[in-house]
């Protein structure tokens, strides 16, 4: 099993930037792909970005231009970088790993709340 710790979440304005860390541990080994998914109140949680063990990537299209994940396979670590950051990025944040036998593993989330 994996279990995963995020942090860096909070209050922002418009326009400003924040950090999301999320930290495995575990059967760490097994992970094949690491992500971030959302979920505003109301709705449906939606993935926003993830990135597999050989780099490759995949954003919303909401967030592209905007928001970097990247990967620390030494550190078993997830970031995502958010940039200009809007009203509507306002959600709680899941940390999401996939690993190669295709078992998932969710973070607790981390509030993203950015004001007008």
């Known amino acids: 099993q994996v279990q995963l710790v995020e942090s860096g979440g909070g209050l922002v304005q418009a326009g400003g930037s924040l950090r999301l860390s999320c930290a495995a541990s575990?059967?760490?080994?097994?992970?094949?792909?690491m992500g971030w998914y959302r979920q505003a109140p109301g709705k449906q949680r939606e993935l926003v970005a993830r990135?597999?063990?050989?780099?490759?990537?995949n954003y919303d299209d909401s967030v592209k231009g905007r928001f970097t994940i990247s990967r620390d396979s030494a550190k078993n670590t997830v970031y995502l970088q958010m940039n200009s950051l809007k009203p509507e990025d306002t959600a709680v944040y899941y940390c999401?790993?996939?690993?190669?036998?295709?078992?998932?593993?969710w973070g607790q989330g981390t509030q993203v709340t950015v004001s007008s």
């Open positions: 575990g059967s760490t080994f097994t992970i094949d792909v």
């Open positions: 999401n790993i996939r690993t190669i036998l295709y078992q998932e593993s």
């Open positions: 990135i597999n063990r050989g780099g490759g990537t």
